[in-house]
């Protein structure tokens, strides 16, 4: 490791390191604009130019290895004025409009202008005009602003895996944009507008709709799948105005995807903000009395065994664990977390999580993909395994339809029988089993949904154990969950009890009969045209498909409205914060679920935010560790059995429309307009 002096301070860095990491680790601040920690180096801005000693000239230290017995001096007269013409370059085309630009007072040109930057110009010429780039509804373009640091195109290339920004044009002709005039199809795409230095690239929502100083700022939990980034929701008043990423290196490093930045609109429209009941074949607004009465009138009439209760994707463990109890109360055994009817089970911790964890993916060397398309399912589980497939050494494998994951992909077969081949050791892959030292295989929705999910599930643990997938300091078992409420779902136990009935049977319990009552808590992907003349009870945020189908609607609170508690896909319980106020009427769902006990004569002993979570770790423990891994014993699971031949799909269709809210957001149904190509685009007479 080389040892260097940064103003005169003895520093060692690890081998590799530049001069800037060298003089960060010595505490010295140098400016950058071009540079970034994730990105590869481009050494064009200048703007981090120390001196060296025994060097003729200032160098750019994000671009020079720093070397053993290095002298570097950071705040010399020379780096200074090297520091002011730099600056004085950057704003000879730079409008200058900070008092309108969105950027204002997150804007590092502004900063380090203000800092290092000369007090006049010696340019009085006409500043260079640069068209605006269209790149779809999300990123708006003031391409006059653009210093030409080259961050969005690294991003978009390295991070993203997709080539569609570069820069055309050489010298004072030089432009960003897109090869074509067109959208940026990657899910990944609205981080560049964080990385972007100057406000060339806005948020096309939040433009011009609020200033930084205005918001305020809560740090939460995103729901819009099942990796549980970590966000930072910027409220005005009631209404959410934008989200961005937090930091955490274990799970979403600095980086969040287009549904979880963009869909917030959705929290505004379609709201139930107050309770109804049908009558006369018409939901109409109501009080919680009457509809509590309306619930309680038709339980009692109804035997237990009658009853079933569905929980749907984005619903916190809190609300889980009051329905549970409330179910047990009642004497249904008729309770189901699953509601896409994925088989699995949730005795067995280690069969339904992400074992390997999403930071342990880059340990990886061979990485076996069946039945999932991460890209859309978990987009920064997919980045993760582009970072790992980035540093080379590592093999990744595929049995399912093909589709392109911005890596290179072996396509071993679409159908399961192929995992039979390699578990019995007939497939070719075995071959690259045997050398891997760190295999891990992730089974997705779309092999799990399936009638033969279970079997497909036993398969994976066989190939687990026969390959040396676990092991005491390895784990290479995952399952990639879609929905961000079926990791807690399972770790409290909302599965059918003895004699009790999964989602397809309480459906089919509906059509025939069987089942007369049916609660919905935020279930909206099921046939709700099956469910027969059962009476159903929706507790939700959303006007969607379930609470078209209630008789009785129970407003709830969405994600940025109440403190709760959210298992992620490897296990991990993280806690979200209330950023708004529910609106009108509507309540936090566990509370909603304890008033509703009380009311049909089952009250539940909670009766505070504590005692349902104390109630939730009595269960789990990992609702004791927060934003911890609870490590998960290696038991059996999955069912043995036959698998049927049909190739493995992912279950997502539309990424833009995977859950109520992103339903109900006029940006992500411009996304899917967008990412439609024209000839697959069917029009109706309602677009004019």
């Known amino acids: 490791m080389p040892t260097l002096t940064v103003d005169g301070r003895e520093v060692t860095v690890p081998s590799g390191s530049t001069v800037l990491q060298a003089c960060e680790a010595a505490g010295r601040e140098v400016p950058v604009f071009c540079y970034h920690p994730r990105l590869n180096i481009a050494g064009n801005c200048r703007m981090c130019l120390v001196e060296i000693e025994r060097s003729p000239k200032p160098q750019a230290s994000c671009a020079m290895p720093a070397a053993d017995g290095m002298v570097v001096r950071t705040t010399t007269p020379q780096v200074e004025k090297a520091r002011k013409g730099v600056l004085e370059l950057l704003l000879i085309n730079h409008p200058l409009d900070c008092p309108i630009c969105d950027q204002g007072g997150e804007c590092d040109l502004q900063d380090l202008t203000l800092f290092y930057g000369p007090d006049h110009s010696r340019f009085a010429e006409n500043k260079r005009p640069v068209d605006d780039k269209n790149l779809g509804p999300l990123i708006a373009t003031h ?39 067109r959208a940026v199809t990657s899910e990944l795409s609205g981080n560049i507008i964080d990385l972007c230095p100057v406000g060339a690239l806005n948020s096309k929502p939040y433009e011009y709709r609020a200033r930084t100083w205005e918001l305020r700022k809560t740090e939460t939990i995103d729901v819009m799948d099942a990796v549980g980034c970590n966000i930072r929701v910027d409220a005005k008043g009631q209404e959410v105005m934008r989200v961005l990423p937090r930091l955490n290196e274990e799970i979403n490093e600095e980086w969040i995807s287009d549904k979880t930045r963009f869909a917030y609109d959705g929290l505004m429209r379609r709201r139930l903000d107050v309770p109804m009941v049908r009558v006369d074949g018409k939901l109409r607004p109501t009080d919680w009395r009457t509809a509590f009465e309306a619930v309680r009138a038709r339980v009692q009439t109804s035997a237990p065994e009658r009853i079933g209760a569905i929980v749907g994707d984005m619903a916190d463990a809190e609300a889980m664990v009051v329905l549970k109890d409330l179910m047990a109360r009642i004497g249904t055994p008729h309770i189901d977390c699953r509601q896409d009817g994925a088989q699995v089970e949730a005795g067995a911790r280690a069969g339904y999580r992400f074992n390997t964890t999403i930071a342990g993916i880059e340990r990886s060397d061979l990485i076996l993909l069946v039945g999932t398309n991460p890209r859309y399912e978990a987009s920064l589980v997919n980045a993760r395994i582009r970072k790992r497939w980035r540093q080379g050494g590592a093999t990744i494998a595929r049995i399912g339809a093909a589709f392109d994951l911005t890596y290179p992909v072996q396509d071993l077969g679409a159908g399961p029988e192929t995992l039979a081949e390699i578990v019995a050791g007939n497939h070719s892959f075995c071959k690259l089993l045997e050398k891997a030292e760190h295999p891990m295989i992730i089974v997705g929705q779309g092999a799990l949904v399936r009638k033969d999910g279970g079997a497909i599930l036993a398969l994976a643990r066989k190939l687990a154990d026969s390959h040396g997938f676990v092991r005491d300091d390895w784990n ?213």
């Open 476 to 688: 290479g078992f995952n399952v990639l969950h879609t929905a961000a409420s079926r990791a807690g779902g399972l770790e409290l136990g909302l599965v059918p009890g003895e004699g009790g009935r999964d989602v397809a049977g309480m459906i089919d319990g509906c059509r025939t009969g069987a089942i007369d009552t049916l609660f919905l808590l935020g279930a909206d992907e099921i046939d709700m045209t099956a469910l027969g003349d059962a009476f159903v009870v929706y507790q939700g945020h959303h006007g969607d498909t379930g609470a078209h189908r209630a008789d009785v609607i129970l407003p709830g609170a969405a994600y940025t409205e109440k403190s709760a508690t959210w298992v992620n896909t490897e296990g991990r319980a993280q806690r979200g914060k209330l950023a708004t106020f529910p609106p009108g009427d509507a309540k936090e769902d566990w509370r909603i679920l304890r008033a509703l006990s009380e009311a049909l004569g089952h009250a539940l002993p909670l009766n505070s935010l504590g005692q349902v979570r104390a109630r939730m770790a009595e269960i789990s423990p990992v609702f004791d560790a927060i934003d911890e891994i609870v490590p998960a014993p290696w038991e059996p699971f999955g069912t043995e059995g036959e698998v049927d031949g049909a190739a493995l799909v992912s279950g997502l269709i539309n990424y833009y429309a995977t859950n109520s809210i992103a339903r109900a957001s006029a940006t992500m149904a411009a996304c899917y307009e967008a990412s439609v190509r024209p000839e697959d685009s069917v029009k109706t007479g309602t677009h004019g």
């Open 143 to 181: 391409m006059t602003r653009c210093i030409h640091c080259t961050r969005c195109i690294r991003f978009i290339s390295e991070i993203a895996g997709i080539e569609e920004l570069g820069a055309t044009g050489r010298g004072e002709h030089m432009e960003i944009g897109t090869w074509i005039e």
